[in-house]
């Protein structure tokens, strides 16, 4: 009698297990497991900290006008208190001071961290779909994508709209939908359909919209105690931790985003045949 009451107790949890382990979560649990998802975010968080904090203080540079420079941006990207913004801005010099002290050899070097920050990218978007390594010819791509995303970066940066909630929040969330989904068309070599690639960049907005509210709750306080505790060292380990989540949220929003088009389209092709067989 006792082997069969364990088996009667084993069978229900592993009965729960395998609903889990079929379910969306779990699914995409397994895939993150497959894709490395936490080393991939952490090689997006040293390279977009290498690459995309001095372009951009270079780049804001170029328009004082429209604010007091790349610091100023960066604390309202990451959704802190007011008193957390003011430490974020102690780490960078002015807007003016950028474009005096940049050198030939600083713009080459940031070129290079760049192209590479661009190819990590369509690495893991290529380990998402399942798809070979584009061919070294296909590098331009990087080029393409880097100045755009600069673009798109100092746009919403400058814009007036951000002072406007309801408005620009609506035009920042739009703007950032149709970026990542042209960011993984072009990175990807036009091998996957627009329409398969739309999901994952709905939920990657999500996923950052869901980012920044982590961060008025978490990120501020831990500004404030690591600033303490570590100096300005503090707020550079606070940001790097955020740029980690953003690493999760693209690579993991774009793994979402595919098996959500795989369930629709499993269930569409399904509801058709249905259709089919109950057609005279």
């Known amino acids: 009698m006792k082997p069969s009451t364990a088996g009667n107790r084993s069978s229900p949890l592993r009965r729960v297990r395998r609903t889990v382990s079929r379910s969306p979560v779990g699914r995409v649990w397994r895939r993150s497991s497959e894709l490395g998802l936490g080393q991939r975010a952490l090689g997006f968080a040293a390279l977009g900290f290498l690459t995309l904090v001095p372009l951009l203080i270079i780049v804001s540079s170029g328009d004082p006008k429209q604010g007091q420079g790349f610091a100023q941006w960066l604390g309202e990207g990451l959704g802190v208190s007011k008193a957390a913004r003011e430490q974020v801005e102690k780490l960078f010099i002015g807007p003016g001071q950028a474009l005096r002290t940049t050198t030939a050899l600083g713009i080459a070097a940031l070129a290079v961290f760049g192209l590479t920050f661009g190819a990590a990218v369509q690495s893991g978007y290529e380990k998402v779909w399942d798809l070979p390594p584009a061919r070294w010819l296909a590098r331009w791509r990087h080029v393409v994508w880097l100045a755009v995303l600069t673009g798109y970066l100092f746009f ?72 303490v505790t570590y100096g300005p060292v503090g707020t550079v380990l606070v940001i790097q931790s955020w740029l980690v989540g953003v690493g999760v949220v693209v690579f993991g929003g774009a793994l979402a985003g595919r098996l959500l088009y795989e369930d629709f389209s499993r269930m569409a092709h399904a509801l058709k045949r249905r259709r089919g067989n109950a057609a005279p």
């Open 156 to 227: 919403s940066a400058t814009t007036t709209l951000r002072r406007e909630p309801l408005a620009g929040g609506a035009v920042a969330s739009l703007s950032a939908v149709l970026f990542l989904w042209w960011s993984q068309r072009l990175l990807l070599g036009g091998r996957i359909r627009w329409r398969a690639l739309f999901p994952g960049a709905v939920v990657t907005v999500i996923g950052l919209l869901g980012l920044r509210v982590f961060s008025r709750f978490v990120f501020s306080p831990l500004i404030a105690s690591s600033t």
